[in-house]
């Protein structure tokens, strides 16, 4: 860079610091201080959804390292026990009463199972099948019951 | 140049004032408890530079009042997020400026202009007589002439090189304020500077000797 234009980069400085001297009235300064008051006054007390509330609550509870540690090793014992105590029907024994009356529904016509589904209780086919395949096994004593007494 | 150089001497070093970063820890610290009446004392001592910052980015005070608002609520609600890695005031620079710059964007069409009124201060000090002196119309006109000049000239430029020039040239800044503030290499920084100063240059030509 030349000298020239140095110098003018320096004059440019110089006047564009007068930019300084331009300064609100005290006036100003507690009409601003007034304003801000109101509108953090309105900020707090402003209502936030049940759901933005809550997600905000769970946010910040997890946050906290134990917390979500704690929690993930719960979740783990849980899904563990879980999956020992209601093994999938596919996985019941051959001789288990509800397993066989289950495998009979599934193999028979489509008009049989809409029959059965209404007798035990669900809406509609594909309900049944997703509470006896995956959900709930045969030990489950509401659903033998259920069984005993719509089949 | 004299001129320039008595103008130069009116503005000390002093008058940028560099905040102690232990104080407004502290106030950070008690307002995280939940003093509110800390974050007073940091709305008082940020107030003016925040408001200067955005003044000088809008060229319009109602908005520029507005926006430096919004900026200590937003500061205010994001405060536990203030890690203390850089100054409480680069921290609330950004805010202010990230503020700012998207209220330009999402109002590129309605740009209005409203001055602040230059203070008593330079009707006594020599800057003002240095340079109404070289000028045939009076010094209040040549004042508000001068005034509106400069403003017109910042606004000819992009948001963040406006930024830029206002944060080092006006609020005083060093090239590494700056680059935290605005998240860029102190390089781009520099980089801005003498872009906006060629263009202010060339506007400002008739000022400039």
Redesign the interface.
């Known amino acids: 860079m030349s000298l020239k234009?140095q110098?003018?980069?320096?004059?440019?400085?110089?006047?564009?610091?007068?930019?300084?001297?331009?300064?609100?009235?005290q006036e100003?300064?507690n009409r601003?201080?007034e304003?801000?008051k109101q509108?953090?006054f309105r900020?707090a007390i402003r209502k936030e959804s049940i759901f933005k509330h809550a997600a905000r609550e769970i946010v910040a509870f997890f946050k906290n390292p134990a917390i979500s540690l704690s929690t993930a090793a719960v979740f783990v014992l849980s899904f563990s026990f879980y999956s020992a105590v209601f093994t999938p029907l596919h996985c019941v024994a051959q001789d288990d009463f509800a397993s066989d009356k289950i495998r009979k529904i599934l193999e028979s016509p489509s008009t049989q199972k809409e029959l059965i589904c209404q007798k035990v209780g669900v809406s509609t086919s594909s309900d049944f099948f997703l509470m006896s395949g995956m959900v709930l096994s045969p030990s489950s004593p509401t659903i033998s019951f259920q069984f005993n007494t719509a089949y | 140049m004299s001129v320039f150089k008595s103008i130069a001497s009116t503005f000390t070093s002093s008058e940028v004032i560099v905040p102690e970063r232990s104080e407004d820890f502290a106030l950070v610290e008690r307002v995280r408890a939940g003093d509110v009446a800390a974050f007073d004392q940091l709305v008082v001592k940020y107030r003016e530079r925040l408001f200067s910052v955005v003044y000088n980015i809008t060229s319009n005070k109602e908005d520029a009042s507005d926006i430096a608002q919004d900026a200590f609520i937003r500061a205010f609600r994001s405060i536990h997020r203030f890690k203390g890695n850089s100054a409480f005031y680069t921290w609330i620079y950004r805010i202010a400026v990230n503020t700012a710059i998207n209220f330009l964007r999402k109002n590129r069409l309605r740009r209005f202009f409203s001055l602040e009124t230059l203070t008593e201060e330079v009707s006594h000090n020599e800057l003002g007589n240095i340079l109404a002196s070289k000028m045939t119309s009076d010094k209040p006109t040549f004042l508000k002439e001068l005034q509106e000049k400069l403003n017109e000239a910042l606004q000819s430029l992009s948001p963040k090189h406006r930024t830029v020039i206002v944060l080092f040239e006006v609020e005083g800044l060093s090239h590494q304020e700056i680059a935290v503030i605005m998240k860029c290499s102190e390089g781009t920084v520099r980089s801005r500077l003498h872009y906006a100063k060629s263009e202010l240059q060339s506007k400002l030509k008739d000022y400039i000797h």
């Open positions: 234009s110098d003018q980069f320096d004059q440019l400085s110089n006047l564009l610091r007068i930019k300084r001297l331009e300064k609100p009235s100003f300064w601003f201080d304003e801000l509108k953090m900020m």
